[in-house]
């Protein structure tokens, strides 16, 4: 029995609008999600990717149970994760970035102790848990502060240490690093690594950080306007940019990096004097280097492989003809073999 299994699932939100509108054009109408059919195994780690407003929330908000869909089914562990709210906790985990569920005005360790409590967790299992989060996330420095006091960084750690407590099944992470600094994203992503690692677990993280997808995730699942666009593993997703690379050129001095115009090449991204370029296949990178070492004094030339990075760029900026033809072989539905099954630490 795979742990998630969502078939056929759509939701559309009705909106009044703003008053003025409202006369004109009645109430708005829209398609959060549309059809869509996701199945996820015990030991998968999933990126759910997509543009904002793609739908990723509402999708991971009908899985937790915390919203029913219009249209379509959703099992968790066997369980309708709506009607059966209170054996689901017990199955699930859940944060969501800009939202706590610690209790505000207690410390965050008064807050681990109730979940011990609500959870059922013998002293000597809690002892040994909070000691190996501990570890990871670095909480006892901070513990005692009462929750409305922590930073950022220290009250996402403490969530998810939260989310966690229970060792869930399944794992719902809603934008886990958004915010945090680059040491503790190591930290939060070295717990994920090590959670992943054991096999027991499905993970499911939606982010707009593709260090995250990058690092931990094997599987993706691209969401676009309510649709799956494409599902299936980060090598295929990558793969799709068909051999494009990425240079980095920097500039001496801090000047502005110079327009290369070449067939083939194009300025993705221009920032003070590192300039981004895209190489389509077969531009000779020589000749490149040659173009940009002629136009003005070059700090450093840094050729790269495929970045997901640009991959999302362009499928986000319409561009879907490599996804299209990419899609037979990509697509679990076609083919649950073409899907990974352990997840890979970083
Ligand atoms: N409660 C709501 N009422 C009305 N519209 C909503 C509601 N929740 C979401 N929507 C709409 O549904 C669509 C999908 O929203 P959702 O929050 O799932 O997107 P998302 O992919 O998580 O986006 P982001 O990356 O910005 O968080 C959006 O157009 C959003 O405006």
């Not at 990126?47 to 089914?73: F, H, W």
């Not at 003070?272 to 389509?280: C, F, S």
Request: hydrophobic share 45%; proline share 5%.
């Amino acid at each position: 029995m795979p742990a998630i299994e969502v078939r056929g699932v759509s939701k559309r939100f009705r909106s009044r609008g703003p008053l003025f509108r409202r006369r004109k054009e009645g109430p708005r109408e829209t398609v959060a999600l549309d059809r869509v059919d996701l199945e996820i195994g015990t030991g998968e780690f999933v990126g759910l990717l997509g543009q904002n407003g793609a739908g990723k929330s509402t999708l991971i908000r009908v899985m937790t149970g915390l919203m029913v869909p219009d249209a379509g089914e959703v099992r968790v562990l066997g369980l309708d994760p709506n009607r059966d709210q209170v054996r689901n906790a017990r199955n699930i985990g859940v944060t969501f970035g800009q939202r706590t569920q610690l209790w505000w005005d207690l410390r965050a360790r008064d807050s681990f102790e109730i979940l011990r409590d609500m959870y059922g967790l013998p002293a000597a299992t809690y002892t040994r848990r909070m000691r190996e989060l501990d570890d990871f996330l670095g909480l006892s420095a901070f513990w005692d502060t009462q929750a409305r006091h922590l930073s950022l960084g220290q009250r996402v750690r403490c969530d998810l240490a939260a989310a966690v407590l229970h060792r869930p099944v399944l794992l719902f992470l809603d934008e886990p690093t958004i915010g945090l600094d680059i040491l503790v994203k190591d930290q939060v992503r070295a717990m994920l690594a090590d959670l992943a690692g054991t096999g027991d677990h499905a993970i499911v993280l939606t982010t707009h950080d593709v260090a995250d997808v990058e690092a931990l995730c094997p599987r993706i699942v691209l969401i676009d306007r309510g649709r799956t666009l494409f599902d299936g593993t980060l090598a295929d997703l990558t793969g799709i940019g068909g051999g494009r690379r990425t240079v980095v050129v920097e500039l001496a001095g801090g000047r502005a990096a110079p327009e290369v115009r070449m067939p083939g090449v194009r300025l993705l991204e221009l920032d003070g004097a590192r300039a981004t370029y895209a190489l389509e296949p077969g531009v000779s990178q020589a000749r490149f280097a040659a173009r940009v070492l002629a136009a003005d004094e070059v700090r450093a030339i840094d050729f790269e492989g495929v970045r997901l990075e640009d991959v999302l760029r362009s499928i986000y900026a319409g561009d879907h003809s490599a996804l299209n033809a990419q899609r037979p072989a990509a697509s679990p539905a076609a083919s649950p073999a073409a899907r990974p099954s352990a997840p890979t630490p970083p």
